[in-house]
Nanobody, 127 residues
């Protein structure tokens, strides 16, 4: 059982990317899922999180109005649509899923004890 991120790449400032977090071996529908990022020399931070019921989301202030998290339980996948990208969005983006944590706890408290972590996908915003 695992989660695998995809969709990263090189994009110019102002551009868009859509990241995907696909689960295999278990149903992601029962888990709160979050996107996290880690830039060189910085700690990992929560970016956007979504509840298992899809009724609650959380976005960090730095991405509000630009990033949107969504889920498609039929495809067992969670997405992060990233628009108006800035150079400071450059980082490795990770997906994490946990069955018991709330959306707020998942995003505010980065825990390597979450049920699942992916290996990350790199996003580079540069001209």
């Amino acid at each position: 059982s695992q989660v695998v991120e995809s969709g990263g790449g090189l994009v110019q400032p102002g551009g868009s990317l859509r990241l995907s977090c696909a689960a295999s071996g278990f149903s992601l529908a029962n888990y709160a899922v979050g996107w996290f990022r880690q830039a060189p020399g910085k700690e990992r931070e929560g970016v956007s999180c979504i509840s298992s019921s899809d009724t609650s989301t959380y976005d960090a202030d730095s991405v509000k109005g630009r990033f949107t998290i969504s889920r498609d339980n039929a495809k067992n996948t969670v997405y992060l649509q990233m628009n108006s990208l800035k150079p400071e969005d450059t980082a490795v983006y990770y997906c994490s899923a946990d069955r018991t944590r709330t959306v707020q706890a998942l995003c505010h408290e980065v825990s390597y004890l979450n049920d699942y972590w992916g290996q990350g996908t790199r996003v580079t915003v540069s001209s």
